[in-house]
């Protein structure tokens, strides 16, 4: 995504963390999206400030959003716009590592080596947030439950009538991604 923001250089082995402000209730319908990055930590420090990575779909750049980010324009994907509305609180920040905002996506090098250290990236995540999407009409959030019965053994019946929400769920564009598809061939 292009923005008129302009990425200051992140040092080697750290990553860059946002802050996603809360809303700002007071601006009557100003409810534009607003961040600031935070000074590159370590990634192999103890002092890290804590952070949750969110993992989400990029989606088209066809309907791209604007949000702030540094006081600067920044276009993000309309999914990645949908997920921070979501995450954004009425009273208090989070701290996030979003890739479309954390890497320089025009910086090679620097894409090169926080794709490298993506796992690490996830791993040091106080939580991984999964944004699967908008909630739609086909019951996503019915199949989430059902799965989450049938793994704590609350239920040992299959429910026909949830195999097509399972399968609408499955077929979420989060679920089609080569490293999401490909875990279970290591």
């Not at 319908?29 to 990055?37: A, E, M, P």
Request: hydrophobic share 40%.
């Amino acid at each position: 995504m292009s923005s008129s923001y302009h990425y200051s250089d992140l040092p080697e082995g750290s990553v860059r963390l946002v802050r996603l402000l809360p809303r700002d209730s007071a601006a009557y319908g100003d409810s534009r999206i607003k961040c600031c990055f935070l000074p590159g930590p370590l990634l192999d420090s103890k002092t890290a400030h804590p952070f949750e990575a969110l993992s989400y779909a990029w989606g088209s750049e066809e309907n791209s959003k604007s949000i702030s980010v540094d006081g600067c324009n920044f276009l993000v994907g309309a999914n990645l716009y949908s997920a921070l509305l979501h995450l954004q609180d009425d009273f208090i920040e989070r701290i996030l590592w979003v890739d479309a905002l954390c890497i320089n996506q025009e910086n090679t090098a620097e894409k090169g080596r926080q794709v490298q250290s993506m796992a690490k990236i996830y791993a040091k995540a106080s939580r991984v947030i999964v944004w699967l999407g908008e909630a739609t009409a086909n019951a996503g959030d019915e199949a989430l439950e059902y799965i989450l019965a049938v793994s704590n053994r609350q239920t040992t019946s299959v429910d026909e009538t949830k195999k097509d929400l399972i399968v609408d769920l499955l077929g979420r564009s989060w679920f089609q991604r080569a490293w999401v598809r490909n875990t279970g061939s290591r």
